[in-house]
């Protein structure tokens, strides 16, 4: 059964680029007992059929089409995580049309999270000044550029693809600008969110402190 609108927990979990916010956000998740949604995976699924469709990312028809014709199976694709697909979604992202297009389908995920679980956890850029302005608790997680572009090469090198680190610092840096300076749901803090730096803190560290803030959010409201 569906938990109830005034227990139902949902954290939201946003921040730049590769600063961390999928590990944590799943950890919190599997901790919790909540539902997860990557809401990035579906910018980048929709960017995916866009240029699958031989369409350019910024084709505002074609992202819109992509966006409206979404299934589910498309976000379970397994060739969404490379730097191309993630460069194309925050193209498709910044397009008006496309994030109402995708804001329902966020908006019940959180309100009525899948298997009757009790809330959920969505990570993305704008869940928590947009899709759940009513999140129970925020996060903003962030990192220096370097940082995040060190933890990116890393993950690029592990998967067996070729990285640069100096071209990955740069590719993140614009995309950064891109999902900051858009005009519609820019990347940026809720004004009641807790703000993560993770800089200087592994997974485990941050996540910790990530449950603390959840805990006393979770006390306040009992
Ligand atoms: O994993 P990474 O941080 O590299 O990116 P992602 O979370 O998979 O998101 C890919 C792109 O989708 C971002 O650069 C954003 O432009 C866009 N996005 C968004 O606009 N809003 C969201 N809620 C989630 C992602």
Not at 100 to 113: D, G, H, N, V, W
Not at 166 to 177: K, M, P
Not at 182 to 198: G, I
Request: proline share 5%.
């Amino acid at each position: 059964m569906a938990a109830a609108a005034h227990d139902r927990l949902v954290i939201a979990v946003d921040g730049p680029a590769a600063a961390g916010k999928g590990t944590l956000a799943r950890r919190l998740a599997s901790h919790l007992g909540l539902a997860y949604l990557d809401t990035g995976r579906i910018y980048r699924a929709v960017a995916r059929l866009v240029l699958d469709a031989g369409s350019a990312p910024d084709d505002e028809q074609a992202a819109v089409a992509a966006a409206e014709a979404l299934r589910p199976q498309d976000l379970e694709r397994a060739d969404l995580r490379d730097e191309a697909t993630g460069e194309a979604a925050s193209v498709v992202a910044g397009i008006p049309a496309v994030r109402t297009a995708l804001l329902a389908f966020q908006r019940r995920f959180a309100e009525a999270p899948p298997e009757g679980a009790v809330g959920a956890v969505l990570d993305g850029r704008d869940i928590g000044t947009v899709v759940c302005p009513c999140a129970t608790v925020k996060l903003y997680v962030t990192a220096s550029p370097e940082e995040r572009a060190r933890r990116r090469h890393k993950e690029l090198r592990e998967a067996g693809v070729e990285s640069i680190y100096s071209r990955v610092l740069a590719d993140l840096i614009a995309r950064d600008e891109r999902d900051s300076g858009r005009s519609v749901a820019p990347l940026r803090p809720a004004a009641d969110a807790v703000v993560l730096d993770t800089t200087s803190l592994n997974a485990e560290d941050a996540f910790q402190e990530a449950l603390r803030h959840v805990e006393v959010r979770l006390r306040q409201r009992s």
